[in-house]
């Protein structure tokens, strides 16, 4: 048995994806948040809809065929921001090269996660 519901809303979680593939490609951060607050909003009704619909109604296999197009192109899209992040910090490097070496870094020169040594020491009088 399949479901009318189906067609719509997945056309419009292709159609913001398709935004966000296009905005990444621009790299314009800012709307690269927003394209994707709005197509994480689009995935969440996509998936109640799934849940209110119930176990017994059967997604057609060419629904299942388009989400299985749409998780290979996030980890397509997953890899373009990685590369783009990495030409990021290749360019600070030549823009603001490192100057010595500083006390509480990790790798980088602008900085790391701090880590905890698991030690406190008491000062006792």
């Given at each position: 048995m399949t479901h009318p519901t189906w067609g719509t809303p997945l056309d419009l979680v292709e159609q913001q994806f398709n935004e966000v593939s296009a905005f990444v490609a621009e790299g314009n951060p800012d709307q690269i948040v927003v394209a994707s607050a709005?197509?994480?909003?689009?995935?969440?009704?996509?998936?109640?809809?799934?849940?209110?619909l119930g176990p017994r109604v059967k997604v057609p296999p060419s629904?299942?065929?388009?989400?299985?197009?749409?998780?290979?192109g996030t980890r397509v899209l997953r890899t373009q921001m990685h590369r783009?992040?990495?030409?990021?910090?290749?360019?600070?490097?030549?823009?603001?090269?490192?100057?010595?070496?500083?006390?509480?870094?990790g790798g980088s020169p602008y900085g790391s996660a701090m880590r905890q040594s698991g030690v406190f020491r008491v000062l006792a009088a």
């Open positions: 709005a197509l994480q909003r689009m995935l969440v009704d996509f998936v109640q809809l799934r849940e209110t629904v299942v065929a388009r989400l299985q197009a749409l998780a290979e783009q992040a990495a030409m990021v910090e290749q360019s600070l490097k030549v823009i603001m090269p490192s100057g010595p070496e500083a006390t509480y870094t």
